[in-house]
């Protein structure tokens, strides 16, 4: 389903995408629905979310910067219901210390928390720094 929207500057960095809510009714799943936001030539994943009252699709620099867009811009986006399955795979220095226990605790766990938590561990610039991260994983999901 394709909108113009202008990009908006929602605090100091951060930024979404106003959709308007014939869009996430026409989506149909449900007020926060998992989508794939196409733009200007940029594709990624993302969930609707209700913020300050209005449905947005966060924008974060990473992805504005791929797009080409800035604070302020009017762009046209392409959103589509995302209904594959959200999984995030732990990184390989995680994955090879945990027990089938760990495996089964970082499976329940939401896609963005999994996320997070791989980021974290694959963001270490040192070995002692992963190692501490991969600990400290593990003893979340054991806790």
Do not use: C
Not at 41 to 69: F, H
């Amino acid at each position: 389903m394709q909108f113009r929207t202008t990009v908006l500057a929602a605090r100091q960095t951060a930024t979404g995408l106003p959709v308007p809510d014939d869009v996430v009714t026409a989506l149909g799943g449900g007020r926060r629905p998992a989508v794939t936001v196409r733009l200007n030539g940029y594709s990624y994943r993302s969930t609707v979310a209700v913020m300050g009252g209005q449905d947005l699709v966060p924008l974060a620099a990473e992805y504005r910067a791929a797009a080409g867009v800035e604070a302020g811009q009017e762009v046209v986006v392409d959103l589509e219901l995302d209904t594959e399955p959200r999984t995030v795979e732990p990184p390989a220095a995680l994955a090879a210390v945990m027990d089938d226990a760990d495996r089964a605790a970082f499976a329940a766990l939401s896609p963005s928390k999994q996320k997070a938590h791989a980021l974290a561990v694959d963001g270490a610039k040192t070995d002692a720094t992963r190692d501490r991260r991969v600990e400290a994983v593990l003893v979340a999901l054991r806790g």
